[in-house]
């Protein structure tokens, strides 16, 4: 039997991948369902390739074009954020694949797990931002949810068949686009050296957030939600090559390790086959052409991103709601040449210290809360301090 999936984010770069591996995989996957934000020629072309059951358009501005170009097929077309999150929970999909970026992430989540599916994740601000309520959800529906993080599909696979206590989880770290960039130098750094990441192609968000950290430090969070693992038993150590994609120490000195190149479909496939794996053409690593593997310390001055993730995750509730809010604004802007680059770790500062902060939040808190850590970002963005 195939799996039907709903594939959040299609036309992204972890979409794209993911339908290489459906492509690849025509006997196990069908894609069922297609989403983008905005990108509705990429979408009506995918839902075409793929014979698609339902397609949605979130920005509703392209509603009219998407379903004109399908016109003549028997897929279904919806927009609005709404409908992703319906679409996410509705159907007969058993997977949903999350790769939606940012906050928007969050709500299909919770749609995907009440109705009790398994949850391949990539989307890591639905644990970031609700990681508590994600959770809990889970549990409670016995929906299982797979990380399509290169990091914490490393440290589940460490994981995978161990019952003692872990000492720490290691987390790597490529350092980033700006990793060889001198401190005095990070407030002129431009859009494109930003973007210019040595190992990983990814999109245009997530690159900017591994050259501040703000990425690791969400993967800070995303791993203590995913794995139950204190902040303090969670280390961050800097890997230029990103070939050890994560580590995990147990109580006996034993550290296990994840290796291979970087590549996404290696997450993302193990996220929808496991316990199976793919067999895929990939290239494989090579350890005489790689042999060297080298670790570091990450340098908490010239990245503070890292500490301020720490500290969310510490002091819990609506915290890392309001970092994700401000960087989500703060980026933006940068991308849109409307801020330094230093400006986002500042905007994300000047929205902790002012916004309020909630211990226990429900969904409608961490809405409210999303929304002024924009306001409050903004305003920093603007000047109106
Ligand atoms: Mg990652």
């Known amino acids: 039997m195939k799996q039907p999936l709903a594939i959040l984010g299609s036309t992204g770069s972890i979409g794209e991948q993911t339908l290489d591996i459906v492509r690849e995989n025509p006997d196990r996957f069908e894609a069922r369902i297609l989403t983008a934000n905005r990108q509705w020629e990429r979408l009506a072309a995918q839902a075409r390739a793929f014979d698609a059951d339902t397609v949605v358009i979130a920005d509703e501005r392209y509603y009219a074009p998407l379903r004109d170009a399908l016109a003549d097929t028997d897929t279904k077309v919806y927009a609005g954020d709404d409908a992703v999150a319906q679409v996410a929970g509705g159907g007969d999909t058993t997977t949903v694949v999350n790769a939606l970026v940012g906050y928007a992430g ?8 009440r109705a009790g599916k398994k949850l391949a994740l990539a989307n890591k601000e639905s644990l970031v931002v609700g990681g508590a309520h994600v959770m809990a959800l889970a549990a409670e529906k016995r929906a299982p949810i797979l990380p399509i993080d290169s990091e ?13 206590p872990v000492r720490r989880l290691i987390v790597t770290c490529s350092g980033g686009a700006l990793r060889d960039v001198p401190m005095e130098r990070l407030a002129r750094v431009t859009v494109d050296e930003a973007l210019r990441h040595p190992q990983w192609s990814m999109g245009a968000k997530i690159t900017i957030d591994s050259s501040t950290l703000v990425n690791k430090g969400f993967e800070v969070i995303e791993a203590h939600w995913l794995f139950g693992t204190p902040a303090e038993k969670i280390d961050v150590v800097l890997h230029p090559q990103s070939i050890v994609h994560s580590m995990v120490e147990f109580e006996d000195g034993a550290i296990k390790a994840q290796l291979g190149t970087p590549d996404m479909r290696m997450p993302i496939s193990l996220a929808l086959m496991y316990p199976d794996r793919a067999i895929r053409p990939q290239e494989r690593f090579d350890f005489l052409a790689h042999p060297q593997l080298t670790f570091a310390e990450v340098d908490r001055v010239k990245y503070p991103a890292l500490d301020i993730a720490y500290d969310c995750l510490r002091r819990g509730g609506t915290a890392a709601c309001t970092m994700n809010g401000a960087n989500e604004v703060a980026v933006a802007a940068f991308l849109a040449r409307r801020c330094a680059w230093t400006d986002i770790v500042r905007a994300i500062e000047y929205a902790l210290d002012r916004a309020a902060f909630i211990a226990t939040p429900s969904l409608d808190d961490y809405a409210a809360s999303d929304a002024e850590a924009r306001r409050l970002a903004e305003a920093y963005l603007n000047g109106n301090r």
């Open 106 to 113: 969050l709500a299909p989540s919770v749609a995907a797990l």
């Open 152 to 164: 914490h599909s490393a440290i589940f696979q460490c994981l995978a068949g161990e019952r003692a």
